[in-house]
């Protein structure tokens, strides 16, 4: 199988980076299986940094190495899932110990209806409804060093604006 990295440098050895916000899963080394969300999401960042060029990233994601991991997998929009995200969305000091986790985006779109849940607006219900209404996209993060042997670098497609 074959999994996405966008950025605005070719990442030919993945390493694991504490990020400057919180994110969905946690730090760690972020990849999809849809070649046109990393194209998005890189894209998104050449904006922001008006950068000349980005690279979509792909990596031979070796499923055999993965059944020795510590993975957790959500193959959907659940409550364990939604609580999951929120702690690490919300928790600065939430950490877990897998060495994968394998599941839906919270994407910009996903976020506006997480606001309306936590503002009390949206019960947890309600919102997992609405999620399942939406064509969400996957990603895997890999948390620790021990995991990203799970990946080898295969090719990066330049991006241009």
Request: hydrophobic share 35%; proline share 4%; glycine share 4%.
């Amino acid at each position: 199988m074959i999994v996405y990295h966008g950025s605005l440098e070719r990442i030919t050895q993945p390493e694991i980076r504490e990020p400057n916000r919180t994110l969905d899963y946690g730090s760690g080394f972020y990849t999809t299986t849809s070649e046109a969300q990393a194209e998005e999401w890189v894209r998104k960042r050449m904006d922001e940094k008006k950068a000349k060029e980005g690279f979509v990233n792909s990596y031979l994601l070796d499923e055999q190495i993965l059944k020795t991991l510590n993975c957790l997998i959500f193959t959907a929009p659940t409550e364990e899932w939604l609580d999951f995200v929120m702690k690490n969305r919300t928790d600065r000091h939430f950490t877990h110990d897998y060495d994968v986790v394998y599941g839906p985006v919270a994407n910009d779109r996903v976020y506006a209806a997480f606001a309306l849940y936590e503002g009390g607006l949206m019960t947890k219900q309600n919102l997992i409804a609405e999620l399942k209404t939406y064509k969400l996209v996957d990603q895997y993060l890999f948390h620790t060093p021990k995991s990203l042997q799970a990946i080898k670098f295969h090719d990066a497609k330049q991006i241009k604006p």
